[in-house]
T-cell receptor
């Protein structure tokens, strides 16, 4: 029972390098999310996809792009990494139908990114 | 707007002590309320939830009651264990808020044997 799978789990980048974080869920969920978690700042939403084919900005989208490749997969790309993007990144999914009220999210194990 | 405020940590308790982590919220309409837990090195997972006023969510010995009159959803456990050491997040879901969760900043709990 895989749930939400993120890769890679750890990555070290140099300033200016690019990379893509991959996320896949096998629960047939409609909505998917990317968060970053920093000490003392809780979880901050980067981008989300309410349904296949749509993406929207969250609280902190600058420096990131996303692709909802299909219903299962939602990737996060850093085009030109900066030290301020050093963080732990979490992908999450929600069953979420239009107009649905359930807020239960299922999280991946996280991807720890360090930008030097 | 919608917001969640939870007590700052870290909280340090001895095993078998009583735990309370306070959470209050501001919201329009009738939100659902959640407690998530994050064990070291892991992602968050749902601990319990309540979808309407006066509901009590419970799981693994933890409880929280949705109090609309005090706009609160405090997390309690009567006797904590070392294995409860984790970070606890209070969250609010309001279907009118583009279906996004609003998160508290998290409270770190350390339980000593």
């Amino acid at each position: 029972n895989a749930g939400v799978t993120q890769t890679p789990k750890f990555q070290v980048l140099k300033t200016g390098q690019s990379m893509t974080l991959q996320c896949a869920q096998d629960m047939n969920h409609n909505s998917m999310y990317w968060y970053r978690q920093d000490p003392g700042m809780g979880l901050r939403l980067i981008y989300y996809s309410a349904s296949e084919g749509t993406t929207d900005k969250g609280e902190v989208p600058n420096g990131y792009n996303v692709s909802r490749l299909n219903k299962r997969e939602f990737s996060l790309r850093l085009e030109s990494a900066a030290p301020s993007q050093t963080s732990v990144y979490f992908c999450a999914s929600r069953k979420g139908l239009t107009g649905g009220t359930s807020g239960e999210l299922f999280f991946g194990e996280g991807s720890r990114l360090t930008v030097l | 707007g919608n917001s969640v405020t939870q007590m700052e940590g870290p909280v340090t308790l001895s095993e078998e002590a009583f735990l309370t982590i306070n959470c209050t919220y501001t919201a329009t309409g009738y939100p659902s309320l959640f407690w998530y837990v994050q064990y070291p090195g892991e992602g968050l997972q749902l601990l319990l939830k309540a979808t309407k006023a006066d509901d009590k969510g419970s799981n693994k010995g933890f409880e929280a009651t949705y109090r609309k009159e005090t706009t609160s959803f405090h997390l309690e456990k009567g006797s904590v264990q070392v294995s409860d050491s984790a970070v606890y997040f209070c969250a609010l879901f309001n279907a009118g808020n583009n279906r996004k969760l609003i998160w508290g900043l998290g409270t770190s709990l350390a339980v000593n044997p």
